[in-house]
């Protein structure tokens, strides 16, 4: 007897598959894409133009997250009590781009003089360096104002136009990158490559602002001063963990970079081209879950929908690592000929990333929510205590020891997140 999806579960509903089958398709499309990219930049690099590869890479990864993570804090607490109403949602929008400048700014002033000072270890010219450093201020701007609108459709479940936007700056940059290794000179491409990055960050957020006007979250709404007092609180709240925390999850970088070797360093930018494998899970979560987790303020069924998560994070982590034990030359073999011999390097890599995956997913629930009651006190705290105690126990000249410190300092910071988790669901 034939029995419909429906009678299972309500979960399994046309109306619930079809957003699901939209991140899916073009996440897998677009990490593709990205994953293509890297192994063709891994493979076609000398290790010192790799090495400078990840140092940029790096930076960039920085200056999102401190650009805009202390704002979304509250951007997402507000837009998940406001997300069916449009105009409201404008405002919020507009209030948010208001303030995003100047953070925009400070984050640029601290990496920027970071980034300098390790561009200058690896022996870069002065034009190169600012070079790099213009173009990453220009990836980071249009990068933020998409990340407000695509966050504000996700609530108001319009998850097409997000994964459409996110599929346009993929194929740009994936298209001019193949042409680039194609047809310029080697010696050039490094700079091309994050010109290349730029024009696609700026024609996503093209898209992604006609397809917001057409839903009604275009510029004619007025700032909230109201909205604009609770960004304000929580950017002073928590914008000093946001700083610390895009340095922190760098540190392994800096430390190679610092004392170790342009080998090492290119070594951990081309196992870190594996964290791809959780990306999509990841775009899954933030894109149909997370929302959904923010419009609820059932306490019992937040609960359910929290230890769902966490559970479900758990079996992929348990996959993908027992995937590197059994196949290690396998994964190895796609990086290329120079980085055969780094099997127990790639599993202590896959290690750090399951965890950093898990940091990642409850941390999102965390924001969602405004659970971040224990990070603004002990955040740096515990962060700098692990760090500290890997740098003691870990030799962080080798690749090894910079992971083996990667972990424990990711354990303890996993700890936290979920004793903020804790804490907001028993006040749920």
Request: net charge neutral.
């Amino acid at each position: 007897m034939r029995i419909a999806l429906e009678q299972i579960s309500p979960y399994f509903t046309k109306a619930a598959l079809k957003p699901i089958g939209q991140v899916l398709g073009s996440q897998m499309i677009g990490k593709a894409l990205g994953f293509a990219i890297s192994i063709l930049l891994v493979r076609e690099l000398s290790k010192e133009d790799y090495a400078i590869y990840t140092v940029l890479l790096t930076i960039q990864g920085m200056l999102l997250p401190l650009s805009n993570s202390a704002i979304f804090i509250g951007f997402k607490k507000i837009g998940g009590e406001i997300w069916n109403d449009t105009l409201k949602m404008s405002s919020l929008i507009k209030t948010a781009n208001h303030i995003a400048p100047l953070i925009i700014g400070l984050a640029f002033l601290l990496v920027g003089g970071y980034a300098a000072y390790i561009l200058f270890e690896q022996d870069l010219e002065l034009s190169r360096i600012i070079w790099f450093l213009l173009c990453l201020l220009f990836i980071v701007i249009p990068e933020v104002q998409t990340a407000f609108l695509r966050t504000a459709m996700l609530l108001q479940k319009e998850i097409a136009p997000v994964q459409i936007s996110e599929l346009v700056g993929h194929v740009v940059r994936f298209v001019g990158i193949v042409g680039v290794l194609l047809f310029l000179n080697l010696d050039y491409v490094i700079a091309v490559i994050f010109l290349i990055t730029s024009l696609s960050a700026w024609l996503s957020y093209a898209y992604v602002k006609r397809k917001g006007d057409q839903l009604g979250l275009g510029e004619t709404s007025q700032i909230d001063p109201d909205y604009k007092s609770v960004l304000v609180h929580y950017i002073r709240l928590n914008w000093h963990n946001s700083a610390f925390f895009a340095f922190k999850g760098q540190i392994s970088i800096f430390l190679l970079g610092i004392f170790g070797t342009t080998e090492s360093l290119a070594e951990i930018g081309a196992l870190a081209r594996f964290s791809l494998i959780f990306t999509v899970i990841s775009a899954l979560f933030r894109s149909i879950y997370a929302p959904a987790f923010a419009r609820t303020n059932n306490g019992s069924r937040l609960k359910k929908m929290f230890i769902a998560a966490v559970l479900a994070s758990l079996v992929i982590c348990g996959i993908v690592i027992l995937a590197v034990v059994l196949f290690p030359q396998l994964f190895l073999w796609i990086l290329g000929s120079g980085y055969e011999d780094l099997s127990f390097e790639l599993f202590l890599m896959i290690i750090g990333g399951s965890i950093g995956f898990l940091i990642g997913i409850i941390h999102n629930v965390n924001l969602n929510k405004g659970w971040i009651k224990f990070t603004p006190m002990l955040e740096i705290p515990t962060d700098v205590g692990g760090i500290l105690l890997g740098i003691f126990l870990f030799d962080i000249t080798t690749l090894s020891g910079v992971l083996y410190m990667g972990i424990l300092s990711g354990g303890i910071n996993l700890l936290l997140y979920i004793s903020n988790s804790v804490a907001g669901l028993r006040e749920a």
